[in-house]
């Protein structure tokens, strides 16, 4: 017996061995106490503009034994949590991020997520049969794919990637083992996606079980005789209603165990931009075109973003990559030649793999519009190309079929066999490493947070101006300086120096790094009527030769509403409204950052007797801010109301406020208006703040179109804005249930052996 256990675990270990091998060479210039992973956009990067900086005031918050519900220094205020993707409620960014600093941490996450995502799928592919070897370069294949190197920059799908397989894994067990306690698995995998961030990736793999589902279950319902005794009759009706309550009590438990998350985001998306763009052509992005499919075979056919060598005003490369490498491509279709879609699995997989490259093409085929307008939680999604997960993960899994029919086919000699298979993952190895080297670098993450003279400058003239606090900063003019600094650099592999000449601009989000609030939230998810004002300021602006430019009044308009007081720009402004107080040389070639002040700036909290009212209901739109807001006295001295409150002020004067103290989840005003009036206060109106007049409870105010607003009766009067989150308290009950009532359902059925098909 021990003779033959021991081949037994020195195969396990010499598997173990090359797992952490693999990790390591993809990984290794991620173990860094300094250095991040680095990839740019279409106009800056998701790494360094929205994951890192989040992810290092997540770590100040929770050392600070609190989470991030609501962050002032994030577009004039942003509930966090609802957005979804920041992966706060994570067991994983919880760990990391509570007891490591935030470069290690961020680094952790990565390697880990990408380590389970091998672990898991090497199980996928075990539980099919395939052999040591084949299960190994298959599931290399998958983690280490394009489409998840590509892809590093959005930390929230990698950090939810490694739990399709577990997932798909669980269901699978069911079914071939009849025996559905292995559902369990599955409810874990889906509940772990929602809570790192990835709600998309959530609805791509429940897509991909709803479809595995139906596919074993009606193929096992064929397989049931026709019952003649009563007995017989029995077991075929457990066998067609176990497995349909299993899925549902499933995925029912999966949305429970995440609904901490779940709930806030559901509530968040009420009022977001998504909410208010549900068009199918939203969805689609920017749609993959069939000349694409050439990149499953040669990923750098058109060129590669990295190099600054590929067009991202015709397609994002990162969107449309999925090379899952050469030789796993030639090994499916070999796969398919010799099995000729005789065999169940391979058939199945085959099939998922054709309908998920359909929907990736979005609109040249129907199925993604029907995902759209049928299906819901679809109407969440934006690029449809994220299906090829699917697509990447049905090729691994045949390449896997293919490599073993080759194996079979060398010999009888283990040894020969082995070396064959060893040949095959190096080759892999050396593919895809490749393509992750022309892909992926790092950039100076400690430089990031600490050498940033415009942040040091800009937090000296907000201390020594005595503007008290939410007053904020913004840049304009950066989607420009990202073209000049990619032309320059020669894309986000080359001159690092130049790179980091565009941090000196604190693009949007990367405020955070220094305690600044800005006016502008980096990405396209964000409260609607708020995004539509900060597109209005941050991209509407002429730009001549020479770096000169001009905002329009709306824009500086806007920007004074809010509190803006400083603003960062590469470009030349000449108008009115705005002094130019600090220029400073740059890495960039040809452009220096100038900071203007906008003159005379607003208070964050003020009171105004002017009302306007305008009904304008939740769809508002450009136009008719412009005509609200075109005028700069006008917009000063009177507040903008979406229906008459029939207030009656004067005839004394307004007065004035003042913010006392500030918390996340508390602003303190104290207001002095002989006259009444209406209380302005310049952060993001979010249907879970609260606001109490010397105690009482009032109704909150949408002022401004997108600000938070209260009515004063003539006083002194001490005001509290409290943020109160609701949903999450909602959430937090309904894992709770959810939890007692999986662990019940748990000992009743193992009790009674209803999850036994046996």
């Known amino acids: 017996m021990k003779n033959r256990l021991r081949p037994e675990i020195g195969l396990k270990l010499l598997l173990l061995l090359g797992m952490l091998f693999v990790l390591l060479l993809f990984t290794l210039p991620f173990w860094s106490s300094t250095r991040i992973p680095y990839q740019g956009d279409v106009i800056n990067s998701d790494v360094t503009e929205y994951n890192f900086p989040i992810k290092v005031f997540y770590a100040q918050s929770l050392r600070e034994g609190k989470l991030p519900f609501w962050v002032h220094e994030l577009g004039c205020g942003f509930p966090l949590l609802a957005e979804g993707q920041s992966g706060l409620l994570y067991p994983l960014n919880l760990l990391l991020y509570r007891f490591a600093s935030p470069i290690p941490a961020f680094n952790l996450s990565i390697i880990v997520s990408l380590a389970l995502c091998l672990l898991f799928s090497y199980l996928l592919f075990r539980e099919y049969e395939l052999s040591r070897g084949a299960s190994f370069f298959s599931s290399v294949a998958f983690t280490f794919s394009g489409y998840t190197m590509a892809r590093l920059k959005f930390n929230y799908l990698v950090l939810s990637l490694g739990w399709t397989p577990l997932a798909v894994l669980g269901l699978e067990k069911s079914f071939r083992h009849r025996n559905f306690a292995y559902i369990l698995l599955t409810v874990l995998a889906l509940s772990m996606q929602i809570l790192a961030g990835g709600p998309q990736l959530f609805m791509i793999t429940l897509s991909l079980l709803g479809f595995l589902f139906l596919w074993r279950y009606l193929t096992s319902l064929g397989r049931l005789r026709s019952p003649e005794e009563e007995t017989d009759r029995r077991a075929a009706r457990r066998a067609a209603v176990i497995p349909l ?294 991209y509407f602006y002429v730009r001549d030769e020479d770096w000169k430019g001009r905002l329009t009044d709306t824009a500086v308009n806007i920007l004074a509403l809010f509190g803006v007081r400083y603003l960062i720009s590469p470009l030349k402004l000449d108008q009115e409204g705005l002094r130019l107080v600090e220029v400073e040389d740059t890495p960039i070639r040809g452009v220096t950052l100038k900071i203007y002040e906008i003159e005379d700036p607003l208070p964050a909290a003020r009171m105004v007797q002017d009302v306007r009212v305008l009904e304008t209901g939740e769809s508002v739109g450009f136009s008719q801010i412009m005509e609200a807001l075109w005028n700069g006295e006008s917009s000063r001295n009177s507040v903008i109301l979406e229906e008459r409150l029939g207030e009656q002020f004067g005839p004394g004067s307004p007065g004035e406020a003042e913010i006392t103290y500030l918390s996340s989840a508390r602003i303190s005003v104290s207001a002095d208006t002989p006259g009444g009036g209406t209380l302005i206060l310049s952060s993001a109106y979010y249907p879970e703040w609260h606001v109490y007049v010397d105690g009482e409870e009032r109704e909150l105010l949408r002022v401004n179109f997108a600000a938070m607003g209260v009515v004063l009766g003539p006083g002194k009067h001490e005001v509290e804005f409290v943020f109160r989150p609701v949903s999450f308290y909602y959430g937090i009950f309904l894992s709770a249930a959810s939890i007692l009532l999986t662990a019940l359902l748990w000992i009743w059925t193992r009790k009674m052996g209803y999850l036994r098909l046996r």
């Open 245 to 538: 309550l299993s899925i549902v009590i499933c995925v029912l438990l999966a949305l429970s165990l995440a609904g901490p998350q779940l709930v806030p985001m559901l509530k968040g998306y009420t009022v977001s931009d998504r909410a208010m763009n549900q068009t199918f052509d939203f969805s689609l992005g920017v749609s993959m075109q069939p000349r694409n499919l050439a990149m499953l075979f040669s990923p750098y056919q058109y060129g590669n973003p990295a190099r600054n060598t590929y067009d991202l005003h015709r397609d994002y490369f990162w969107e449309d990559i999925a090379y899952p490498g050469l030789l796993t491509s030639v090994l499916a279709l070999l796969a398919l030649f010799i099995f000729r879609l005789r065999d169940e699995t391979t058939l199945m997989w085959c099939a998922a793999g054709v309908l998920a490259l359909m929907i990736s093409l979005g609109a040249l085929t129907p199925f993604a519009e029907f995902l759209w307008r049928y299906i819901p939680g679809f109407r969440f999604f934006r690029f449809w190309q994220r299906f090829l997960v699917v697509m990447v993960l049905s090729l691994s899994y045949l390449a896997g079929k293919g490599l073993d029919a080759v194996l079979g086919r060398v010999g009888p000699g283990k040894l020969w066999r082995f070396s064959v298979a060893t040949l095959c993952i190096g080759v892999l190895l050396v593919d895809l490493g490749l393509f992750s080297y022309q892909q992926v670098t790092t950039i100076d993450a400690s430089r990031l947070m600490k050498d940033n003279p415009t942040a040091e400058a800009l937090k000296e003239r907000l201390e020594s101006g005595g503007s008290g606090p939410l007053q904020r900063v913004a840049m304009v003019g950066g989607e420009d300086l990202w073209k000049e600094v990619m032309r320059q650099s020669r894309g986000w592999l080359g001159d690092k120096d130049v790179l980091q000449g565009f941090f000196l601009f604190l693009p949007p989000n990367h405020n955070l790094l220094f305690g600044l609030s800005s006016f502008s939230q980096y990405g396209d998810y964000g409260i609607y009527r708020f995004k539509l004002l900060d597109d209005m300021a941050h």
